[in-house]
């Protein structure tokens, strides 16, 4: 029987993940489908105990139900209890509701695509704590990438953020914006230059070393500010294009036990986004 699976978040007609994974299903040769499911936060546990009982056998979760969904499943697995995000489910054999969270190591990935390097980063930093920056940085120290920084608005959140790592501090904005030659990696991952609304820059990394990486997790622009002025400023970019398309794999994975062709993924998204 075609088997489906899901994408469900509010709002959801944005997502790209529809298309990303029917097109790996079809590369690989896989009867099955994936569909976008609108969701609002009150409707989530009926939504849950409906995708299972309609035989969905694997699904996403997105904004805003990451963190709201792990009471629903039946088990988690350690790294996505950490960083309190549930971004993948697989339904297994006898019904369980698995829950993981892929986004931190499909970042990593997709680092490492670009030719990083865990043992020439010594000082990292990490801007914004929100749901993605606990993924990332949870992934980056597994992976063995240096010492973490974490500077957030809400100074309070890098703190609690930091707390987790035995080498973590926390910095104001003010204090990364002073220190920013020093970090070898810095990771832009906070909803900054996403769109009109959140135009702007979270700090200016004019002052970067030389050969640091800069990556920012938005692909949508393709080149935020921030990662335009970095690029200026002589840092090895890389946009969250490739972070979106691990994660996508490494769900793919999980469901169907084939990691899919990302490379042609990442340039039919780029493409897809006005990029070349
Ligand atoms: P989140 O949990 O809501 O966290 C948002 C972060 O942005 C917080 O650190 C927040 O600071 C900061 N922030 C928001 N507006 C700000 C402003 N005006 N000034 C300063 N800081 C501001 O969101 P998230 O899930 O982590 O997602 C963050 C971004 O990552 C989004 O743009 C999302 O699209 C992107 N993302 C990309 C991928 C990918 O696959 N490439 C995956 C996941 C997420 P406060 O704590 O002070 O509020």
């Not at 906070?190 to 979270?202: D, E, K, L, R, V």
């Not at 840092?235 to 794999?249: I, P, R």
């Amino acid at each position: 029987m075609k088997k489906w699976y899901a994408v469900i978040g509010d709002p959801i007609e944005q997502s790209m993940s529809p298309n990303m994974h029917d097109a790996w299903f079809r590369e690989n040769g896989i009867d099955a489908t994936y569909i976008p499911v609108h969701v609002k936060a009150e409707q989530l546990g009926d939504a849950v105990a409906s995708l299972k009982r309609l035989g969905c056998s694997g699904w996403n979760v997105t904004v805003p139900h990451k963190s709201a969904i792990i009471p629903f499943l039946d088990e988690v697995d350690e790294e996505a209890k950490r960083m309190d995000a549930v971004n993948t489910v697989k339904v297994l054999d006898d019904g369980t509701l698995f829950g993981t969270n892929t986004d931190g190591r499909g970042f990593v990935r997709s680092l490492l695509e670009i030719g990083a390097d865990p043992n020439e980063v010594n000082e990292l930093l990490i801007i914004g704590a929100g749901g993605a920056a606990a993924g990332i940085t949870f992934a980056l120290e597994s992976a063995g990438f240096g010492k973490i920084s974490i500077t957030n608005r809400t100074i309070e959140k890098a703190r609690q953020m930091s707390d987790a790592f035995p080498e973590g501090s926390a910095l104001s904005l003010g204090d990364a914006q002073k220190a920013i030659d020093k970090f070898d990696l810095i990771v832009q991952t906070t909803s900054i230059g996403m769109n009109f609304a959140q135009s702007g820059i979270p700090l200016d990394p004019s002052g970067i070393a030389d050969n640091a990486i800069v990556a920012d997790i938005i692909y949508n622009p393709l080149e935020t500010e921030f990662l335009r002025l970095a690029r200026i400023a002589g840092g090895k970019t890389m946009n969250g294009v490739g972070m979106f398309v691990h994660q996508g794999a490494l769900a793919f994975e999980l469901w169907t036990g084939i990691y899919p062709d990302t490379k042609k993924m990442v340039h039919t998204i780029t493409t897809e986004l006005g990029g070349k």
